[in-house]
């Protein structure tokens, strides 16, 4: 099994900057991929950003230019900085991993961090 936890969402004024940290506790064998995504209101969730178990990175337009994704191997921990943040970046942010434990390809999400960005 394998835990997420989000922190560093709030409120914070158009051109602002957040880092989002991700720490991932339990058991597993090796990362596939980690990434990000959001939820507005009344709107799909969607990819932010993601970064694989060798570190490539990808990036959603919308963020793109913005923001950093990274990962801290040695505190099993993800981040996320954005920078020059928008009001349309208002949304709750979720980390996501898909990892193999037990032999077996696994999915797992974190309960979220509220964003909200103000004009």
């Excluded at 040695?74 to 900085?81: E, G, V, W």
């Amino acid at each position: 099994q394998v835990q997420l936890v989000e922190s560093g969402g709030g409120l914070v004024q158009a051109g602002g900057s957040l880092r989002l940290s991700c720490a991932a506790s339990g058991i597993f064998s090796s990362i596939i991929v980690m990434g990000w995504y959001r939820q507005a209101p009344g709107k799909q969730r969607e990819l932010v950003a993601t970064i694989t178990g060798p570190g490539a990175t990808f990036y959603a337009d919308s963020v793109k230019g913005r923001s950093t994704i990274s990962r801290d191997n040695a505190k099993n921990t993800m981040y996320l900085q954005m920078n020059r943040l928008k009001p349309e970046d208002t949304a709750v942010y979720y980390c996501k991993t898909n990892i193999i434990a037990s032999q077996e390809i696994m999915e797992y999400w974190g309960k979220g961090t509220l964003v909200t960005v103000s004009s």
